[in-house]
């Protein structure tokens, strides 16, 4: 049975490394897109990884088989090494994903040593932004990752808080961010980073965490001129209202929230780089996960073939289609989160696909 599933995520890794991108040097990559020299690139990835929040699952908690795969995807042959990690939904698993990441076989060689500068947590009480509860619930369930061969400092940390709705029970919710040097081959940048986990209910309350977080987040960026700004997460807010059948189209009327990242010159990474006039985002129907920065976006990347049946156009070819049916892609989240080992019409080989149910997403920013 060891044999076999070591065959078999074997062959799962395989597969996962043909759809990231395959990224030149950096410095190639820098002359390539004008990128100004000496100035280093920043690559975030975001992922939101259903492995704790205000419901952890023991069955999931025992087993780190989905955390692996994690570490399969994002540290796939040809991909390259990220800087930043904004995790969501770590509460309690955070630590778990850190080790996760430094066993796969390419951080062993020396190329990355992650580490844990901003973990989840979960307190009773506390001031925040919204109704003057007596008592109340503070859940931080995002984390940031970092690469120490590559961020050479953190110079501060916080925590933005916002009130929120989870399903009929109202609180507060942490959004931790840092202060980070990141340097590589071609020099060293200074980059504020933050993890959003925006509660699931209430359009106004989602759009009002956005804003807080952000302004919060520009109102520090002052004092550092010149610093780069990036905020990944699950917004659990798409850009377009409306429908999605069709995918997110190329023009519709955007959402408060986005309008007002992109009016305050914040970038959607995913769209800067994947939009087709005709067809939208390529390849999206529901998208809640963003990066978005001040700085420029030289490539970026999301999972989209992780969840092919959310596939509007260009459809994914049989070996990069990860599950091709939302039925299937459900019936091995239950098993993943629920029980632990593959069965009841989750086959073996669906069982080692599933890491989330949100696709990852990766940004080089500069």
């Given at each position: 049975m060891a044999v076999l599933r070591t065959f078999v995520?074997?062959?799962?890794?395989a597969v996962g490394a043909a759809a990231f991108e395959v990224a030149p040097s950096t410095a190639a990559a820098q002359r390539a897109a004008g990128a100004p020299a000496g100035r280093a690139e920043v690559v975030v990835v975001s992922a939101n990884l259903r492995e704790g929040s205000r419901v952890r699952r023991a069955s999931d908690?025992?087993?780190?088989?989905?955390?692996?795969?994690?570490?399969?995807?994002?540290l796939s042959r040809g991909a390259r090494m990220p800087d930043v990690l904004l995790l969501q939904e770590v509460l309690g698993s955070a630590k778990r994903v850190v080790r996760a990441l430094n066993?796969?076989?390419?951080?062993?060689?020396?190329?990355?040593?992650f580490a844990l500068v901003a973990a989840p947590g979960r307190r009773t009480g506390g001031r925040c932004d919204g109704p003057r509860a007596r008592r109340h619930r503070v859940v931080r369930d995002s984390a940031i990752v970092v690469n120490r061969r590559t961020v050479r400092r953190?110079?501060?940390?916080?925590?933005?808080?916002?009130?929120?709705?989870?399903?009929?029970?109202?609180?507060?919710?942490?959004?931790?961010?840092?202060?980070l040097t990141v340097r590589d081959g071609a020099g060293g940048r200074r980059v504020r980073v933050a993890s959003m986990h925006v509660a699931p209910t209430g359009t106004r309350l989602k759009t009002r965490a956005v804003v807080r977080t952000a302004e919060t987040l520009m109102r520090q960026h002052r004092r550092t001129p010149g610093a780069l700004l990036a905020i990944g997460g699950d917004l659990n807010l798409t850009r377009c209202k409306g429908p999605s059948r069709?995918?997110?189209?190329?023009?519709?009327?955007?959402?408060?929230?986005h309008r007002y990242l992109l009016r305050h010159g914040f970038r959607d990474a995913v769209r800067s780089r994947n939009l087709r006039q005709r067809g939208g985002v390529v390849g999206v129907r529901r998208r809640i996960d963003f990066v978005y920065t001040t700085g420029g976006v030289r490539g970026s990347w999301f999972d989209r073939c992780y969840q092919a049946f959310e596939v509007t156009r260009n459809r994914c070819r049989p070996a990069q289609s990860w599950f091709s049916s939302r039925r299937t892609f459900h019936r091995c989240q239950y098993r993943v989160t629920m029980v632990g080992r593959p069965g009841g019409m989750c086959s073996g080989r669906g069982y080692a696909r599933y890491y989330s149910d949100?696709?990852?997403v990766r940004a080089r920013l500069s």
């Open positions: 995520l074997a062959i799962v890794s908690m025992r087993d780190g088989d989905d955390l692996r795969r994690f570490a399969d995807r994002v066993r796969h076989r390419r951080a062993r060689r020396g190329t990355a040593r953190v110079h501060r940390r916080g925590k933005v808080r916002t009130w929120a709705s989870w399903f009929g029970e109202r609180g507060c919710a942490e959004h931790p961010w840092a202060l069709r995918g997110e189209r190329a023009r519709c009327r955007v959402r408060a929230a949100h696709p990852v």
